[in-house]
């Protein structure tokens, strides 16, 4: 109980520490700026009291009549009537008692000040340290909403936002961001979701197909040589067809998982390699190729990209017309290896383009179709040009068909960090 207890704790201190770390920056900041201020002040009421009166008082003092208004002190002898200098040394001596009463009262108002300046600053220092923690307070609260949003949240309510109010700046920013964060899990696990469904579903029907013909072989009283072994061929190709989708799956995944090691490569000798193999193919689809290739050379997995050029290609001639033409080219546009495929074939809307990225996604394909293909080729396309840090750009054609193109960084730049994908996910 008390190990589970521990990182709620923790948690705790640690926002009051940052709440009390700022409180104490203010005062900090408000007592070393009102120290300044007041020794500023002391010196320059300290400059001001210093100074000696003005010449004309002093003449004006001495130039006075006997009998004037200024008392004289005790002891003082008379001013004498024709001016002998015993009256001289009584105005000295009261000059001196006068300096000496002006410095005292000098010492106690300096005295005095300090001492009201002193009370002031820790009164003040105590009021900006309460205030500080208020306002601490009041700005860590969207953080500890955030907090509890965190903590609350689950796979099965990512659809919760925290939608904060006030001014644009850096928790608004804060909050926004995190919101952000929720929309794009949101997307993948629900990505993830369609995507376990669909798999789920293709993987049942090869298996399902593979039972049912070795329920009908052997159910057969009649069964013959020439019959099991049609069974068992038939068997053998829906266990092909499961290897196939299997292994998709699996490059499907490893592509998400990011590209640690980058290789530099051509991507020239793959696109000829890949069109040379499948030469006989297009021959029996009566698809003419053209292509068109110029250095490209770029950094990455070589197998990966390789599968990238090879699904390229077979959609191009899987879903093209008879008579149809493919299109493949390469070279360095920008400071990118670039690679496109162009062909023929059916209309396809364009508002239906991005669904065609989405695994076991076909647009109108017919059961030949649909048995020929597994509806992850573009989906596995996409994961490897993300896993390559490179550029996707699908269109149609106006008289039917895509154009693909994919945008590769150079060999020649530094490889980027390695992009960790939720798995599985398509955007």
Known sequence: MQDDEKPVRTARRTRRTVRARMTLLYGGLFL???TALLAITYALVRHNLGADPPMGMRSDFLSSPPGGDAPLPPGTPPWPADGQPERVVAIDLLSEQARAALARQR??????????????????????????????????????????????????????????????????????????????????????????????????????????????????????????????????????????????????????????????????????????????????????VHTSLATAATLGHRPLAERLV??????????????????????????????????????????????????????GATRAARAEGLGLGLSIVQAIAHAHDADLTTSTRPGGGLSVTVAFPTAHEPAPPVRRRPPLSVH
Request: zero cysteines; charged letters at 25%; glycine letters at 6%.
């Open 310 to 363: 090879v699904n390229l290609v077979d959609n191009a001639l899987r879903h093209n017309t008879p008579h149809g033409e493919v299109r493949v080219t390469t070279g360095t546009v920008d400071g990118h290896a670039v690679l496109t495929v162009t062909n023929t074939g059916p209309p396809v809307p364009p508002e239906a383009v991005g669904r065609l990225f989405q695994p076991f996604q076909r647009l």
């Open 107 to 288: 010492s106690d108002v300096m005295h005095q000040l300090l001492v009201n300046s002193g009370i002031a600053l820790a009164l003040m220092l105590v009021v900006s340290i309460v205030l500080g923690w208020i306002v601490a307070g009041r700005m860590l609260r969207p953080l500890r909403t955030i907090t509890a949003m965190a903590r609350d949240i689950s796979a099965t309510s990512l659809h919760r936002r925290l939608a904060l109010d006030g001014p644009g700046d850096e928790l608004r920013e804060l909050g926004d961001t995190f919101d952000g964060l929720l929309a794009r899990l949101e997307d993948s696990f629900q990505a993830q979701r369609r995507f376990v469904a669909n798999a789920s579903h293709e993987l049942r029907t090869p298996l399902a197909r593979q039972r049912a013909l070795g329920q009908v072989a052997l159910s057969d009283p009649e069964a013959t040589v020439e019959s099991l072994r049609q069974a068992h061929e038939r068997v053998l190709a829906a266990g092909a067809q499961q290897e196939r989708l299997i292994e998709a799956l699996l490059t499907l995944a490893r592509s998400h998982a990011g590209i640690e090691v980058r290789r530099p490569f051509d991507l020239t000798g793959i696109v000829r390699e890949v069109v040379e193999a499948r030469a006989d193919e297009a021959d029996l689809r009566t698809v003419k």
């Open 32 to 34: 070393v700026s009102s």
